[in-house]
């Protein structure tokens, strides 16, 4: 099948090395454009474009998608069967989604309707669910809202946000492939979603990893695995900026204000929450590398009664 793929991060990436090794002819890899750093010195390809060019698959980088006759004649003259989509990042015009025979088909990282938007993943793992997925959906012009061709879940347990991450973009590869081999018979048997039922998992920022200890132990350990390694976690003790990347729920219940340290040692930091007791296991300090709480806490002083802010 001749496809046009597109995509920006490493979500993106194992689908369209499995559509490549599954035989589909993929006409153009379409990403956003290469990021600038350290004021131009160096420019980081977006890691769809890194496999595209190790494939020897051309690439597209538009600025602009919307009223960009160049892009759009390009993609007409490729004559696509279908356009595969994953973490693209943005919103596709009417006059894509209507040019390939079978449509515009979109990897998501959830199992819609249930969190449509940007952090999918990130939104199931803080929501507490059993279970998340992959959903391949033939895209219209809303958000996430179109039809479901089909649909693989997988338990989300204990991991963290990198870890349910490369299972779902390989979960997804392994699905747009299975799909796109019965493509006429995934389309005639395609599920509406239920908007009564859909919930929206917006873009997440840096402030977003800042601690807030009056949420439950559960809720805060949660949003540590959701925000690892992006954006990770934070509080100010003593003034200085400390990432807290794991920790543990105890049942034990404190009269103490929240955020403030009621324990410190070898099996971690205990800070009131919500009530409850968070033992926080793993922590960076600022400029150093993420380590064992006990461990940090054998050279260094975090005294009882400090609050966390």
Known sequence: ???????????AVPPMGMLAEAGHEIVYAVTQPDAVRDRGKKVKFPPVKEKALELGIPVLQPAKIR??????????EAEPDAIIVSAYGKILPTHI?????????????SLLPRFRGAAPIQAAIMAGDEETGVTIMHMDEGLDTGDMLAKATTPIGNKNCEQLHDELALLGGRLIVETLEDIDGALKNAQKQDDALSTYAPMLSKADGH?????????IERRMRAFDPWPGTFAEIDGRTFKLWAAEALEEKTDAPNGTVIAAGKDGLDISAGGRVLRVTQLQAPGKKRMATGDYLRGNLIEIGTVLR
Do not use: Q, V, W
């Open 97 to 109: 989604l209507e040019l390939p025979k079978y449509g515009c088909l979109n990897i998501h990282g």
């Open 67 to 76: 009223r960009n006759e160049e892009f759009a004649s390009l993609l007409r």
């Open 1 to 11: 099948m001749r496809l046009i793929y597109m995509g920006t991060p490493d979500f």
């Open 211 to 219: 601690i807030d200890f009056s949420m439950s132990p559960e809720e």
